[in-house]
């Protein structure tokens, strides 16, 4: 019983990660998208 619970702990932990990495990416890229953006409307005015 201790082997299961530690085995859940585990994957909780792996799936947790995973969840903050898939958070931090789409934080990122939608930065990269406004940044992108704002590049953008800086071309046109010049």
Do not use: H, P, T, W
């Not at 990660?17 to 409307?41: A, H, M, P, T, Y």
Request: net charge neutral; with cysteine.
């Amino acid at each position: 019983m201790d082997d299961d619970n530690k085995e859940q702990c585990i994957n909780y932990m792996y799936a947790a990660k995973k969840l903050v990495g898939l958070l931090v990416n789409f934080r990122c890229s939608s930065i990269q998208k406004e940044r992108f953006v704002n590049f953008d409307l800086l071309n046109k005015e010049i």
